[in-house]
């Protein structure tokens, strides 16, 4: 008894000390400093309002009340499972949830499940439905009708299990031209309606016994460079080791594959970077503050943000782990960190949580429970810390009052405002945007 009882010391002590190591990395003053210093310079503007009467005479006296309903930068989600609940009821607060948290969404283009009989792709909404596949046109029609932001993903994936149809043939002479035939059928289809897109997807994950046509990945870039409009932004996509952990300066694998399809013409507008921890050892090794420190993650930042282009934190999943109230309430912490720590880098421009109720992921991906949310919609610890951030902390909103005709001076996060200003009995609405690309000066007439 004694002995198990000195075990259950050292697993106590052990879990403290890796725990507050955990603690202390993300709570150095450097660090915090940097956060802070970086989501007050990038996300944040200095403006300044000014309200007139109809005859353009300043309005002398008001009372204003000003919110924040819409963020610039955006917050998103894979929405695999839209109309993908069995019931009417579970649907509608899936897409409730949808709708109150992201602005951006991931539609998923998955070849195998997209076409899986040939020529006979699944994009309008009388197709045969498949788990996780909303057809894409039910898709872009949710998009639409709430202003969210769709994101294409992926043009292109040598993963047999979901990227390449079984009809494909394996004689690679023969699957380019279904390929280049593939993207410009996308072009043309949604080249309008969706105006980022995945490329390629996890090209430093070695799948060497899948056929694929020799140098496909630039080949890829090139055919959407040309049956896509010139709005497009075209993105490279990577998995998570090779994203944050396989650092080595200007010769990091990741680094050097993009300058490699930059070679060959491929033209990157964009840098995906995912964050799956799906593997039990890297989990670990984050909870211990072993890897994907802060450091290290500005580091990879910095890395990939030196080409110039936007960076998106394409796929998250922090898992819950062990599921009781212990790993609630880490998962909840990772969300807080990490999310903070992303949206103060001045490269990044989106960040996309993936599968966000759990009991929906993928088969085998499951056990890591990273949804925000129960199966049965109850809101996960991690959920709550989110939205107080996106929703609360990352939104400007205040009431003021307008005296001898001054104009409004405030510092707020970009975004869509609504402004509702009383004078004397009368309340008027109104709404604008305010953007690191427009004047800082705002002038509404009432």
């Not at 630039?218 to 049956?227: M, P």
């Not at 680094?255 to 964009?270: C, F, P, S, V």
């Not at 930042?301 to 009781?324: A, C, K, Q, R, W």
């Not at 104009?407 to 009368?426: A, E, L, Q, W």
Request: charged fraction near 25%.
């Amino acid at each position: 008894m004694r002995c198990l009882s000195l075990f259950f010391m050292f697993v106590t002590v052990q879990s403290l000390a890796q725990s507050t190591r955990y603690d202390s990395l993300w709570s150095d003053p450097t660090i915090e400093a940097r956060i802070q210093q970086g989501i007050e310079t990038h996300r944040k503007g200095d403006f300044t309002l000014t309200l007139i009467d109809k005859q353009g005479k300043p309005i002398r006296k008001a009372t204003v009340e000003i919110r924040q309903t819409g963020h610039l930068f955006q917050f998103g989600a894979n929405i695999f499972m839209l109309k993908g609940f069995p019931t009417a009821q579970e649907n509608e607060k899936y897409e409730s949830f949808f709708k109150s948290m992201f602005n951006l969404a991931t539609i998923p283009f998955y070849w195998k499940t997209l076409e899986p009989e040939q020529g006979k792709p699944r994009y309008t909404a009388d197709s045969k439905p498949i788990y996780r596949r909303p057809p894409t046109d039910v898709a872009l029609d949710f998009c639409r009708q709430n202003a969210i932001t769709p994101r294409g993903h992926t043009l292109v994936w040598d993963e047999a299990m979901f990227g390449i149809p079984d009809w494909m043939p394996t004689d690679t002479s023969k699957m380019q031209p279904i390929i280049e035939r593939h993207i410009q059928e996308l072009g043309q289809r949604y080249g309008e309606a969706i105006k980022t897109w995945d490329v390629t997807n996890e090209l430093l994950i070695s799948r060497y016994k899948v056929p694929m046509p020799s140098d496909y990945a630039s080949k890829a870039f090139r055919a959407a460079q040309v049956y896509f409009p010139k709005s497009t932004r075209l993105f490279i996509n990577e998995n998570t080791p090779s994203s944050w952990q396989a650092y080595r300066r200007e010769f990091t694998p990741y680094y050097l594959l993009i300058e490699n399809l930059k070679l060959k013409g491929a033209r990157i507008d964009g840098i995906g970077m995912q964050f799956h921890l799906f593997e039990q050892p890297m989990f670990d090794n984050t909870v211990k503050g072993l890897t994907h420190t802060p450091a290290e993650l500005f580091r990879a930042m910095d890395l990939l943000g030196s080409f110039g282009v936007p960076l998106h934190v394409s796929e998250i999943t922090f898992p819950t782990l062990p599921y009781n109230e212990t790993g609630l309430q880490q998962q909840a912490k990772m969300a807080r960190n990490f999310y903070r720590i992303w949206f103060s880098h001045p490269a990044i421009e989106a960040i996309i949580y993936w599968n966000t109720v759990d009991g929906t992921a993928v088969a085998g991906e499951d056990k890591w429970n990273g949804g925000l949310l129960n199966r049965d919609f109850s809101p996960k610890p991690a959920f709550t810390m989110l939205n107080d951030l996106i929703n609360k902390e990352w939104k400007t909103s205040f009431k003021t009052s307008v005296t001898d005709s001054k104009p409004i001076s405030f510092r707020g996060f970009y975004g869509d405002y609504t402004v509702k200003v009383t004078v004397g009995k009368k309340t008027i609405e109104q709404t604008f945007k305010l953007a690191k690309d427009q004047p800082t000066t705002v002038q509404l007439e009432l």
